[in-house]
């Protein structure tokens, strides 16, 4: 891993976050690495780092392996478009973090051969935490063992089938921002029951961290942790209940279920 050459396609928020993450654990040196934006400027505050910077995607993709387009849906196109000619099927793959773009679409559009992928990593890739799913249609172990090598850097990987990657982009990626929610209404409550806001956050931050611990660690079921801290009759069965009559689980699954409905298929 430490040899290839990566570049990131679309320098926005999950590029820097993939970014971050990869700088942090310094297993692929900065100067292996290429960002690229059109508005290359907002990016200047990364070149202490030693990181490759053009708005130039094609000078971008000469010298990687591994290119990742972390483009919106309405850029990819023309970006594709843009990169065809210039790829090398020998030692070049295309991953595409992109929502919604079907590898089959990804492939007519290049019509190379370069081996395509798709992954779904989220923000935390930044401090290392990422889940990212990824997907490819028969590629080669030895392919998909450096895509997974990359995105291992910055937290745990899943292989999953193509047609899961829309659900993989609501639970995984979006899942963040849901769970940040979350974390914020258990902060307001705790400042209504006493605590400053920085406290709040503190003993909250580490709670949710904490139980998602005990589930990754124990591997049970969250009912099963949950009957440890339900006393009969006790004051946590009583706010739970007054949560789902309330429609906490039902919200949570509703709003799930409309993001997935959203999302372009
Ligand atoms: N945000 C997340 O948490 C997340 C997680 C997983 C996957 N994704 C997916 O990743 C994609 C990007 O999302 P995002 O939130 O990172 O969006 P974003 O912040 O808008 O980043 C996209 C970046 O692409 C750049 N760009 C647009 N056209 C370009 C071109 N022709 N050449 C080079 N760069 C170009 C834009 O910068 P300029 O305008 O300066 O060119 C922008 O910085 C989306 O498809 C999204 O579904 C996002």
Known sequence: MINQKVSIIGCGNIGISLLQGLLKEKTIPAQNITVTRRNIQELAYLSEYGVNMT????????????????????????????????????????????????????????????????????????????????????AEP????????????VGTTMVIDEDLMESATILGACGIAYVLRFIRAMIQGGIQIGFDAATASAVVNQTVKGAAELLIQNGQHPEFEIDK?????????????????????????KGLVASFDKIEK
């Open 55 to 138: 708005s130039d995607n094609i000078a971008a993709v000469k010298e990687t392996s591994l290119i990742i387009i972390a483009v919106k849906p309405y850029n990819i196109v023309s970006v594709l478009e843009e990169l065809k000619e210039h790829l090398n099927v020998e030692n070049q793959m295309i991953i595409s973090v992109t929502a919604g773009i079907t590898i089959r679409k990804i492939q007519e559009i290049t019509g190379t051969g370069v081996p395509v992928f798709r992954a779904m990593p989220n923000i935390a890739a930044s401090v290392g935490k990422s889940v990212t799913c990824i997907s490819h249609n028969g």
């Open 142 to 153: 030895l392919y998909l063992e450096s895509v997974r090598s990359l995105f291992d850097i």
């Open 229 to 253: 801290v339900t006393t009969p009759k006790g004051c946590t069965i009583v706010g739970l209940n007054e949560m789902e009559h309330n429609g906490f689980s039902s919200s949570l699954i």
